[in-house]
């Protein structure tokens, strides 16, 4: 059974926490799921095996959001998006493989900086605007950053959304959006850190424990989905990365 023999039942208790809250806040607003596990889980697991423990759930619950809509959908939303699904999967599966070669520190400073400046600049007001002209150039760049951001962490969602947002997506193609660009990002993200050895015999059972909380957060988040305005919502999602982001800083300073 790998590190689960190995972790204590209050840590695993606490892992699975975290997943449900992880998969709340993707059920009610569309994304969060892998950057609140890797923040919750790096406080319980050393990084690689918090890393390893996301892989699983992020791939079935993007999947699922990504087909919602059906397949026409979904294979629409990748035409469109192409040049920023390729420029994310080249990036993501060449920086998986310098997870095992970075120390657990750097990750948690590379994790934690993004995620707390791109917190900070949404609960501050800032809104990305990205002119026509440069969308091209700007779609191959900032895939290319949530691409080396997800493979190093597992999180590629908030560049993802701050593209989105600069090239003002309607509300509902971005929902679905997001799920392909995710759910493609996790199947490559499966596949790259079984190659880096990050996802393997000792750490996939844990990941596949952690798919059943998640999948139960993700229900209860989705009926609060219908129940609360998404902005309010989404502010405090913010907040509450903003502070998983500076405990990871934290962690990766001071340790």
Request: glycine share 10%.
């Amino acid at each position: 059974m790998g590190i689960l023999t190995e972790l204590p039942q209050l840590t695993l208790l606490l892992a699975a926490v975290v997943a449900v809250f992880a998969g709340f806040v993707k059920g009610a607003v569309g994304f969060g799921m892998p950057l609140i596990m890797i923040s919750g889980l790096a406080t319980l697991l050393p990084a690689e095996q918090a890393l390893a423990a996301l892989i699983v759930p992020t791939v079935v619950t993007n999947g699922y959001q990504a087909f919602r809509q059906g397949l026409m959908a979904a294979w629409q939303a990748v035409t469109k998006f192409r040049v920023f699904l390729i420029a994310l999967l080249v990036c993501l599966v060449l920086s998986a493989q310098l997870v095992t070669v970075l120390s657990q520190s750097t990750l948690f400073i590379l994790i934690g900086v993004p995620v707390v400046a791109f917190c900070v600049m949404q609960l501050s007001g800032w809104k990305p605007n990205l002119r026509s002209e440069h969308r091209r150039r700007g779609e191959t760049l900032i895939g290319a950053f949530a691409g080396l951001s997800g493979g190093l962490s597992g999180v590629w969602g908030p560049p993802t959304i701050a593209y989105l947002t600069a090239i003002d997506t309607p509300k509902a193609e971005q929902m679905r959006v997001q799920g392909v660009i995710y759910g493609v990002g996790a199947v490559a993200l499966f596949a790259a850190h079984l190659k880096s050895g990050v996802l393997n015999a000792q750490t996939l059972p844990m990941s596949i424990l952690m798919l059943l909380p998640a999948l139960i957060g993700m229900a209860l988040g989705g009926v609060l989905h219908d129940r609360m305005p998404q902005a309010t919502f989404k502010r405090v999602t913010l907040i509450v990365l903003t502070v998983a982001g500076l405990n990871l800083i934290r962690r990766g300073l001071w340790g």
